[in-house]
């Protein structure tokens, strides 16, 4: 599965075997809130998606469990790319905007 | 409350504040949700939208105005500027003399609470590697700090003075009283007196005659997610644009009742044909109290609601970065997060 063998894992993929490609729960390491809630709104207005969610296991464990499961057979880290693609194109964005909006003030 | 053509709209883009609750609190605009409207991520659509308005700036808080964005990217800008901008702060403190009356680790702690003004992103993370007892930091990831400072009696005192001002010398040790020692190359890559704490003014410790001070501190990079001291900002806060909306004409005596229930500025009385009519000029100016929803003739007349996507940002600097700043650094962190798990995504395809 997705992560680094050497010294901590960033993200891990856990699928139930017998399960197809769809519907899988990634693992994101030193992850809370800030992360997870945004991409989950990212991905949530993505048609193929027909289940975006993510839960804290412990608030004393710095990490995320995050399921994505797709429709029509789509494997689930085609969503999760997209997501964070278009969180990168969001922040890019609203970065240009303050910086124009900054120079303009001025 | 059944959805009409109407309703719709205000349910997918206003939080009504109810006399007993809130209502409409969650996004609900994806796709499938309501038929006919295509709510699927579109960049075009987001950058029609989206607009930031500067209300003001000045050297230490910025007021502004994010419109057209979700709830949760808002909530994730604050939260790094809380707890995820880097900030330098005083860490390792080697004391050689403490004979002041405050103890060691109540004086570190404090120590390590005066915001350094030294720019972040000229220096990098110290390793976590081993601690050796007294780990020399290099000068890319370490500002070496020293406090000495000794209190005496002022011979100049006259006999019958009794104000601590008069008698001591140097008995109220200040942050002005901690300088900069520069280690390997500090000294030409920043100017002379450029790295020492932002305030002059923080009362440190208080000693008496023969009280002394030697401490040499270390100054390393860190978030505030680890200690609440490498927080860059006072506080970073956001409110959402209040909406008011006058269901029916209020007129004469119940007008000013009206007006007194919102905080001033929000509800002007306007002369028409010799009455004096309420309006609302500037909802932004209120604070969303309800007070008016607490008189049984006035609750009817009144609709209040928040623009759930009007996001008013106020965030104040502790000085070590300027504010404007502290917000382009905030949605850098949250791009460097993405591309983080980006790379993650494709060095295991590659596998």
């Not at chain 2, 390590?112 to 050796?132: H, M, Q, T």
């Not at chain 2, 000029?281 to 209120?286: E, P």
Request: glycine share 6%.
């Amino acid at each position: 599965m997705a992560g680094e063998g050497e010294k901590k894992a960033v993200l891990e993929m856990i699928q139930a075997d017998g399960g197809d490609e769809g519907c899988v729960t990634f693992v994101l390491h030193d992850e809370d809130h800030t992360l997870g809630n945004s991409v989950r709104y990212m991905i949530m207005k993505n048609v193929d998606v027909e289940f975006c969610g993510y839960t804290i296991t412990h608030p004393s464990e710095s990490k995320i469990n995050f399921r994505i499961q797709t429709r029509g057979g789509i494997p689930a880290t085609e969503p999760l790319r997209k997501g964070l693609n278009d969180l990168n194109d969001v922040c890019q964005h609203v970065l240009n905007t303050f910086q124009v909006n900054l120079c303009v003030h001025f | 409350m059944a959805a009409t053509m109407k309703n719709v709209e205000e349910i997918r883009t206003r939080v009504i504040l109810g006399e007993f609750g809130v209502k409409n609190v969650h996004t609900t605009d994806f796709p499938g949700n309501y038929p006919g409207y295509d709510d699927t991520w579109d960049l075009q659509k987001f950058q029609k939208k989206f607009s930031i308005d500067l209300v003001s700036l000045d050297e230490n808080s910025i007021e502004f105005d994010m419109v057209g964005i979700d709830a949760a990217i808002a909530n994730a800008f604050r939260r790094i500027l809380l707890a995820e901008v880097p900030t330098m702060a005083i860490e390792k403190v080697f004391i050689y003399n403490n004979t002041s009356i405050v103890q060691d680790e109540v004086l570190a702690h404090r120590l390590g609470l005066i915001p350094i003004k030294a720019d972040p992103r000229l220096f990098e993370y110290r390793n976590a590697g081993e601690e050796s007892s007294e780990e020399e930091g290099s000068e890319i990831d370490t500002i070496q700090l020293q406090l000495k400072i000794k209190c005496s009696r002022n011979p100049r005192a006259s006999k019958d003075d009794s104000d601590p001002r008069e008698l001591y010398l140097n008995h109220m040790v200040y942050s002005r009283d901690i300088k900069w020692v520069p280690i390997g190359n500090q000294a030409d890559v920043f100017g002379e007196s450029s790295i020492g704490p932002v305030h002059d003014d923080i009362l440190i410790a208080q000693l008496r005659p023969g009280q002394e001070l030697d401490i040499i501190m270390h100054c390393v990079k860190g978030i505030g997610k680890d200690h609440a001291k490498f927080s860059p900002v006072a506080t970073a806060s956001y409110r959402l644009l209040p909406e008011i909306t006058l269901l029916e004409p209020v007129e004469g005596e119940k007008a000013e009742r009206l007006k007194s229930c919102f905080s001033p500025g929000v509800i002007e009385l306007e002369d028409v044909n010799g009455t004096k009519v309420a309006k609302v000029v500037n909802s932004r100016l209120d604070t969303c109290s309800r007070e008016v929803l607490r008189h049984s003739d006035l609750k009817d007349v009144v609709k209040l609601g928040r623009v759930r996507d009007h996001f008013i940002y106020t965030v104040e600097s502790t000085g070590i970065l300027p504010p404007e700043v502290l917000v382009m650094e905030a949605i850098k962190v949250l791009m460097a997060k993405c591309q983080r798990f980006l790379n993650e995504l494709d060095s295991a395809d590659m596998d």
